[in-house]
């Protein structure tokens, strides 16, 4: 028994209204009379989100997803009616209009820039505007009907002053942003990237400003090792065998009655004897005048250097 009591008493009924004020954004909608600009642009919750906003960059972002105006970024047409409505909601909310007055602002201002998209001229717009507030301050809205019924005729004048201020001084503005097409300017910018050299010797070149050379080659360059001399000795008798083995084979190649008569042991003694009288000192000669020609050359640009 006192566990439905509880129940009863706590929770609500069905059916039941909110009493904490504040109603769906469905019923504020179908409570409006017909022809009224309020919760058409903007729902009772979207203006309250909007209303809360602490920064003017917090209200740019909600309002650009509440418009879905998602390519502001990039796009210089949504950008400018974009910086329009953020501009005059902050305006709305700084005459103290109230959520259904700052709905049907926007609804106002969201028509007249359409007007202007849709090649209206000046003054049948501002004209469209006058018959927007016809009627202001009737009792009776569900009898005419009056878009913009929830103001007075202080709030209309105010209106109507900065439209005129702010959209209908620059109407050939607006209308040109709409109907010239934005240039679409790709810009690129291509580099080249060098990149330094392996910081072995003899690289990086030390900088003039650096480090003198004398302390970079002391201190900086590893100094190769120095190689063995290398015994050529055998390389020399090897290539020797080979030369004469290679003279062998061609004169017993060649056919000659003689060299048929001598065997290739002598033959080859023979060959033996002319290469290391005659061939080789005369090899060791040439190699030596080759050396002194080349001493003699380096001597010569070492003093033109010098110079």
Same mark, same amino acid.
Request: aromatic share 8%.
């Given at each position: 028994m006192s566990g439905k009591t509880a129940l009863s008493g706590s929770g609500k009924r069905r059916g039941q209204r909110d009493t904490s004020g504040i109603i769906s954004d469905e019923e504020a909608i179908d409570k409006e009379p017909s022809g009224s600009f309020a919760w058409k642009i903007l729902v009772p919750s979207q203006v309250r989100i909007l209303s809360q906003c602490p920064t003017?960059?917090?209200?740019?972002?909600?309002?650009?997803?509440?418009?879905?105006?998602?390519?502001?970024?990039?796009?210089?047409?949504?950008?400018?009616?974009?910086?329009?409505?953020?501009?005059?909601?902050?305006?709305?909310?700084?005459?103290?209009?109230?959520?259904?007055?700052?709905?049907?602002?926007?609804?106002?201002?969201?028509?007249?820039?359409?007007?202007? /998209?849709? @090649?209206?001229?000046?003054?049948?717009?501002?004209?469209?505007v006058k018959e927007c507030f016809s009627g202001v301050g009737s009792d009776n809205p569900?009898?005419?009907?009056?878009?913009?019924?929830?103001?007075?005729?202080?709030?209309?004048?105010?209106?109507?002053?900065?439209?005129?201020?702010?959209?209908?001084?620059?109407?050939?503005?607006?209308?040109?942003?709409?109907?010239?097409?934005?240039d679409e300017l790709i810009i690129g910018?291509?580099?080249?990237?060098?990149?330094?050299?392996?910081?072995?010797?003899?690289?990086?070149?030390?900088?003039?400003e650096a480090l003198p050379l004398d302390v970079y080659e002391e201190h900086f360059i590893e100094s190769e090792p120095e190689k063995s001399p290398v015994d050529t000795t055998a390389d020399d008798e090897n290539a020797t065998?080979?030369?004469?083995?290679?003279?062998?084979?061609?004169?017993?190649?060649?056919?000659? @009655?003689?060299?048929?008569t001598v065997s290739t042991a002598e033959l080859r003694g023979l060959i033996e004897r002319v290469t290391n009288e005659m061939i080789l000192p005369a090899r060791a000669?040439? /190699?030596n005048k080759i050396k002194e020609k080349e001493q003699a050359y380096l001597n010569r640009i070492g003093k033109i250097q010098a110079k």
């Amino acid at each position: 028994m006192s566990g439905k009591t509880a129940l009863s008493g706590s929770g609500k009924r069905r059916g039941q209204r909110d009493t904490s004020g504040i109603i769906s954004d469905e019923e504020a909608i179908d409570k409006e009379p017909s022809g009224s600009f309020a919760w058409k642009i903007l729902v009772p919750s979207q203006v309250r989100i909007l209303s809360q906003c602490p920064t003017p960059e917090d209200l740019e972002e909600k309002m650009s997803g509440i418009l879905s105006l998602a390519s502001h970024a990039l796009d210089l047409k949504e950008a400018s009616q974009l910086d329009v409505f953020v501009v005059s909601f902050h305006w709305a909310k700084e005459q103290g209009f109230d959520e259904r007055q700052l709905s049907g602002f926007i609804t106002l201002l969201h028509n007249v820039l359409e007007n202007i /998209k849709s @090649d209206m001229g000046k003054a049948a717009n501002f004209q469209y505007v006058k018959e927007c507030f016809s009627g202001v301050g009737s009792d009776n809205p569900d009898l005419v009907s009056i878009p913009l019924y929830f103001f007075k005729l202080e709030h209309a004048k105010l209106i109507i002053k900065y439209l005129i201020s702010t959209i209908f001084q620059h109407y050939s503005l607006f209308h040109y942003l709409y109907y010239q097409q934005q240039d679409e300017l790709i810009i690129g910018t291509d580099m080249k990237l060098e990149s330094c050299p392996i910081g072995s010797s003899p690289y990086p070149v030390p900088l003039q400003e650096a480090l003198p050379l004398d302390v970079y080659e002391e201190h900086f360059i590893e100094s190769e090792p120095e190689k063995s001399p290398v015994d050529t000795t055998a390389d020399d008798e090897n290539a020797t065998e080979n030369f004469i083995d290679g003279i062998v084979s061609a004169v017993e190649a060649s056919g000659n @009655d003689v060299i048929k008569t001598v065997s290739t042991a002598e033959l080859r003694g023979l060959i033996e004897r002319v290469t290391n009288e005659m061939i080789l000192p005369a090899r060791a000669e040439i /190699k030596n005048k080759i050396k002194e020609k080349e001493q003699a050359y380096l001597n010569r640009i070492g003093k033109i250097q010098a110079k």
